[in-house]
Nanobody, 117 residues
């Protein structure tokens, strides 16, 4: 599975942005897909995921502001980010858990989001 993330950029606090992640390859084997982020000097953290059972867990820090969605026909997952805060500044990584012979994790290349105050 290959993951291509896009949509990052510079936005003012309070603004909105949408990230996209296009998956290719063995997409039918994707069990979980979504977004993680990593700010400078911090650990990578889960932002939002879409599970194959339809559940969409979110980080408490983004609940009510971010919305994850998946277009299975386009093999694309989106992260709509509203009411952005400077603390949302990070590199955002697309992630997929794929069930193959083993359960494998796949990562996209990351896209930078910078929120200015």
């Amino acid at each position: 599975v290959q993951l291509q993330a896009s949509g990052g950029g510079l936005v003012q606090a309070g603004g909105s942005l949408r990230l996209s992640c296009a998956a290719s390859g063995r997409t039918a084997s994707i069990n979980v897909i979504g977004w993680y982020r990593q700010a400078p000097g911090k650990r990578r953290e889960m932002v939002a995921l879409v599970r194959s059972n339809g559940l969409t867990p979110y980080s408490d820090s983004v609940k009510g502001r971010f919305t994850i969605s998946r277009d299975t026909a386009k093999n694309t997952v989106y992260l709509q980010m509203n009411s952005l805060k400077p603390e949302d500044t990070a590199v955002y990584y697309c992630y997929a858990e794929v069930i193959e012979a083993l359960i494998n994790d796949y990562w996209g290349q990351g896209t930078q989001l910078t929120v200015s105050s």
